[in-house]
């Protein structure tokens, strides 16, 4: 961006493609893109980095003390790791506490069900509760419900989750764990059940994230295992009205101070521009946030120091953001944003790793359209590393979602997450998740990737609509 | 048995096995054969069995209260399919009540491990107890160990279970388990935890039945999920001292009464010989019991419905018995065994369904080695549906493995367990991990072989030292 000719460039969208094409190739070091797949094919670091956070700190939910502990982990080990800089940004976080959750039916058939609270839910009385069941095929289902058949009942909204290659069951089937609280409350529910967002079949519940809203009854929220929603579904199959029994102890303890953690690689000519690779360090409480997203950070750490232990440090910087409390609302993400608005115009390009461990498979961009075929030149070189180019439509995913907004082009270097719904906010997410030779090889394709971006004279601004 | 040229023929082993093999095939009906077979196959009668008791009744520890309802919901479900006799017999029982398990790491990386008590585990203190670990890669390990370095400690058996078709690694492993409390307290170590006996990844801790012996201190006693003991395991790795909190609360509440559930189809003309099917009724109490053992409580009582359902009822009497307490110690076995001494010589031939749902591909029996290969030659039939004739040392499964010692010849009709060892004894044995398709395969094979050896005139007895 410091190049007037091609700072005019990108803003008059005149540039010819076929200029770019030879000026994306200037800075291209195959040797060294060559030499960064190979040493990250071979390099355990990434694993080790998923293996010490998984270990030593375990799971991290944002404003817990352990969350703290994670804190000081990722400043020792960027440290440790030689990163030209290393710091921590306050971020002011809720605390929630989980505390126990137990169900069971009363009638007709008694029995436990297994359960876990919904991240944010209130508790139940302290004696528990009891009321007949209800149940919805969805969201949609209960939100066209007559009310006086939901009043006084717990709400089961039975919904399965999708299994794709690119996690798209997810966004299908979340709609009832966010909001079914609040919709179930506005027909007069006293609490509300949902199958797990999860493609598994384990007396694994996932929890995640849900909402209350302001003017509507705050009601407690939890998720059913698969088989044990297949269970009440049976009940209530056979005609009878099932009686539950639930009781759940979470808490709201105020706010605290948790940090984003933040280490560069500072750039050779232009240290001021920034590739950003983000992932989170905070995770549910369950597991040991092994995939989601203990390999994020392993990642992106892995990849930029690789890209530090070249000969010659690239152009620009690349950043290492370890973003916090991203599970209860992409709160690090906000607050970065906040705190580093002003830097905003010299964020080149960001990507965030927050799928877990699978293999990427395909590059998206989100970048001025008439940019994109030179840019997609450039990422040709992951292609030795099973990656196609995809389309211009990245998201960039958990924090880095937030950043187009501000202008910045993102990129989603796209994983396999076959799997991924089936450990995901579960205590079933540890590090035997992790394959260590798909780890290595996420690795190879982010230090590739920053290593181009960080090197590339394209302008890949400003976001258009085309891009969209 | 009761012709005396037969019995003479049997005792005397001089039989002309080329006459065995003509007799053999006498009253062999392929049509009833084939379309028991056909009717296995179309039929849902087997998953429907199994989704009742897992649905209606669930989770049936011997001695429950749920173990009552089980017993009595067997009862009935054999009298509404049509059995011609259907009674109960008593059965004593120890009750023991699982309480609470909860295991955490106090140093050096505090975090919560999963675990559940192992059957018949004393409790801890009640505020818990606290110690640090010593681990042995297996039982024999720890019994070699020098005392003065087990005793104050708890002790961590860190095997794992190797994963095989036949099932076979739960064997070499399964010592830890159920000897290792005595073991480890006979060198004063205050508690034992043991990796799970499980071939699977998940947070799910394999719980199963444990001794104490006389002399030597109780100590509670308790499995690790694989993943937690990988973690733990981890941590030693380091080189550090770990310290473990732990807490249960099981009890022990003396006896009481359950019963051995049985229904029969009653032979036309021999109804004083009995082909015993048998499975058990009881469960441990995470799951809801579906692989262990609704499917073998399905498969046999689907099997003998239909050959009830068949125009002509076989010679002999088949026995469906299922089982009380089999988990924690072929107590309804034992008991079977001594109320029916008197009708010992009257069981033809037992085999029992106690290994899932699996396929079966190999038909195994324990009889008198002149008769193996006309007894091979009727169970053929069986070709049809993938099962191949096996070896002559066959233990019968579970509680029918106790009949051998009556002189009782028995069957082990050998199923698939390749991933019988994921779920077994965990919350995870539900309804789901049942194939319908395979679940159906299995009553064709036992629907046919219990025809067979219904209608066989051969000679099973005596059992030879070279059927052992």
Redesign the interface.
């Known amino acids: 961006m410091k190049k007037p000719t091609l700072l005019l460039c990108a803003v008059t969208l005149l540039c010819n493609l076929s200029l770019l094409k030879v000026s994306a190739t200037e800075y291209t070091n195959q040797e060294v893109v060559s030499n960064l797949q190979h040493n990250a094919l071979k390099s355990d670091l990434a694993y080790k980095i998923a293996?010490s956070l998984?270990?030593?700190?375990?799971?991290r939910l944002a404003g817990s003390h352990?969350n703290a502990l994670a804190v000081d982990w990722a400043e020792a080990k960027l440290k440790s790791l030689g990163f030209d800089k290393v710091y921590r940004e306050p971020v002011t976080v809720p605390v929630w506490q989980r505390g126990e959750a137990s169900a069971a039916v009363i009638a007709p058939?008694?029995?436990?069900l297994?359960i876990t609270a919904l991240g944010g839910s209130v508790a139940t009385p302290t004696q528990g509760l009891q009321a007949t069941v209800i149940r919805f095929n969805d969201l949609q289902s209960l939100i066209a419900a007559e009310p006086s058949l939901v009043a006084g009942k717990i709400v089961f909204i039975d919904q399965k989750t999708e299994r794709h290659k690119n996690g798209s069951g997810y966004g299908k089937s979340v709609g009832g764990r966010a909001n079914g609280a609040v919709e179930a409350a506005r027909k007069g529910a006293v609490a509300v059940l949902i199958r797990s967002i999860g493609t598994d079949?384990?007396?694994?519940a996932h929890t995640g994230l849900m909402h209350y809203q302001d003017g509507v009854p705050k009601i407690p929220a939890a998720a059913l295992t698969?088989?044990d929603a297949?269970?009440l579904d049976?009940?209530l199959t056979?005609g009878h009205e099932v009686t539950l029994a639930l009781k759940m102890t979470p808490k709201d303890l105020g706010t605290t101070t948790t940090y984003n953690v933040i280490g560069e690689v500072t750039g050779s000519s232009k240290p001021k521009e920034i590739v950003l690779l983000g992932a989170h360090l905070d995770s549910w409480d369950e597991?040991?946030g092994a995939i989601d997203d203990a390999a994020g950070v392993a990642i992106v750490t892995a990849a930029a120091k690789l890209i530090g232990d070249q000969p010659k440090r690239p152009a620009r910087t690349v950043r290492v953001v370890l973003f916090a409390a991203e599970e209860i609302g992409l709160i690090g993400g906000k607050a970065y944003a906040a705190q580093h608005q002003a830097e905003m115009n010299d964020h080149y390009i960001a990507a965030e790793s927050d799928f877990g461990a699978g293999r990427i498979y395909r590059a998206d961009v989100k970048v001025n359209s008439a940019a994109l075929s030179a840019v997609q030149q450039q990422l040709s070189v992951l292609a030795a590393q099973g990656v196609t180019n995809g389309d211009n439509q990245a998201r960039g995913g958990s924090e880095v979602s937030l950043l187009p907004a501000y202008g910045v082009p993102v990129a989603s270097l796209r994983q396999d997450g076959e799997d991924y719904f089936d450990y995901h906010h579960?205590?079933?997410d540890?590090?035997?998740?992790i394959e260590p030779a798909a780890l290595a090889q996420n690795v190879a394709v982010y230090a590739s990737f920053a290593y181009q971006m960080a090197q590339s004279i394209l302008p890949l601004r400003p976001l258009t609509s085309g891009s969209k």
């Open positions: 293996e998984t270990v030593e700190v375990g799971p352990e058939y008694p029995q436990k297994i079949h384990d007396r694994m698969n088989p297949t269970q049976a009940m056979r597991g040991t579960t205590p079933n540890t590090l035997d998740k």
